[in-house]
Every structure is written in C-alpha cells, then in structure tokens.
C-alpha cells in the first residue's frame, strides 16, 4: 500500500497540541487525536503514544495541565517553543531572525494576527500546514537540530510532550535522536541581581566571617585661618 504523503491535518493537529491547553484546546483533544490517526502521516508507535499523551490530558485535573504546561515549556530554555531562542538566546541577531521569518510567511500570503511570536514553533507548524508536502518537510528540515534538542530536553524531564516534538521530525523525514544539550541554569540564578561592591566583600578584614568593629571618629575641626 502506498504511503500516504499528505500531512497538513497532522501538523496543524499537533500545533494545537503544542498550545497552551486551555479549555478550547481540551474539548478539541479527541478530534485532534483522530484527525492524526486518519491522515497516516506517523507511524503507529508514534500515533499510540499521542494518544497515550491526549488520553491522560483528558483524565487529569485540568489546572494541572495547565501548570504542568507553563512549568515545562514556559520556565526553562531548553524546552522553550521559541526556536530563535535556542539559536540566538537573548542577542540582537534574534530581532532580524524574526523579521525574515515574517517575511517568509507573508511571501507565502499569510500574516501573523499577533498573538504569537512568529518564531513559535506552533506558528511554524501551522505556517508548514499549508505549504505543500516537500516544502514543508524542507522548511520545518532545516530546524532540526533545534527540535532534537527540544525532544532531548524533554526525554531528559520524562515529558510525555517529547512524543509531539518527535512527530515533527519524523514528519519532516528527520531522525529522531537525543543530542548534547546545555542544562537550563537554575530560575533563581538567572533572575538574581549582581552585588553592589562585590556583594560587600570581606577580602582584607582581620577575622573575615566573623562581627568587625566599628570605629568612629570625630572630623578633625577646620583650623582658624580656614573660617576666616
């Protein structure tokens, strides 16, 4: 039997898997696994384990979900959506990333409403659905190496979210492996302040760690030929 070589409902379907899983997104969670299973883009290992995923969404609380969410994709680097982000990180070279991205949307006739960053890879996922079969597997191809260290991350944190990210890859004719990534720095770390004057250093004192006395004088009085 030939294999089916359409995957824009697969892709638009786990875009919305990716997004913030609000109540629309939980109401839609059957029909997005279904459209999945009738388009045949993934394979079937991969399929189960997306159902796996919308199954236990289904079943558990859904504050939880929405935590878990922002816990894993919103609080941490090396899960982050953002792919520029994984590239650029904060640097100035991201904001021009942006803006030939949007270009390369609208080259296609399609324009961002705003609410998402274009570099999020839901937008991406969504932009790829529309854009024929091989154009798309070569556009979302060349992010690869972002996405496996995304899937990586994820492995690393038994996320069952590392099953969609694997999707993307497989759906764009890329092998889905764990690579090398940096770890995330600690959230308290990275928000921390510097210290004023070395954080008030005890380099030179007599007893460093221990109470130091204070001494304090009188200004010694201006002399009389200065008053006059």
Known sequence: ????????????????????????????????????????????GRC????????????ADPIAVESRYVE???????????????VHG??????????????????????LDGRELPDHLCVVLEFASTQPPAQAKEFLGE?????????????????????????????????????PITPDEALDASWEEPQVFGGCSTRGQAAPGQPQPIQIIRRPAASQGARS
């Open 143 to 179: 992010m690869a190496h972002i996405l496996q260290a995304i899937f990586t991350a994820l492995r690393q944190r038994d996320s069952a979210y590392a099953c969609l990210v694997a999707a993307v890859l497989e759906l764009a004719g890329q092998r889905v492996e764990a690579v």
């Open 1 to 44: 039997m030939k294999k089916n070589t359409k995957i824009s409902h697969t892709l638009r379907a786990v875009a919305m898997l990716l997004s913030y899983p609000d109540r629309k997104v939980r109401e839609l969670l059957p029909a997005l696994a279904a459209a999945i299973d009738e388009e045949q883009a993934l394979s079937p």
């Open 90 to 111: 904060d640097s100035r070279d991201r904001g021009p990333a942006m803006v030939d991205l949007v270009k390369h949307y609208e080259a296609a006739g399609l324009f």
């Open 48 to 59: 189960a384990e997306i159902r796996a995923l919308v199954s236990e969404m289904s079943l």
């Open 72 to 86: 894993l994709f919103d609080r941490g680097r090396s899960t982050s959506l953002h792919l520029f982000e994984h």
